[in-house]
């Protein structure tokens, strides 16, 4: 019984070795899949953001205090 169990071990070591070949093959595809979606979202919210910022008006610093105060020349 000892040699037909090596025998069964050695086939079934045989054919998991390309099923385990496979599966890697196949996370290595999407890892790759997975990183290209990743850099193409990160694209589009750089576009986006910068969008965002060419849309917002230069001019208006209502939002920050340090252009409201008047300055030490206007006193003069």
């Known amino acids: 019984m000892g040699v037909l169990g090596w025998v069964i071990a050695v086939i079934l070591v045989a054919f998991m070795l390309p099923l385990l070949g496979f599966l890697y093959l ?29 849309n917002r008006k230069t001019n208006e610093f209502s ?12 006193h003069f």
């Open 63 to 74: 939002d920050n205090p340090l252009f409201d105060r008047r300055s030490k020349r206007e």
């Open 26 to 54: 196949d996370i290595l595809e999407a890892k790759h899949e997975t990183k290209a979606q990743l850099e193409q979202v990160q694209k589009l919210r750089r576009e986006i953001e910068k969008q965002q910022r060419d």
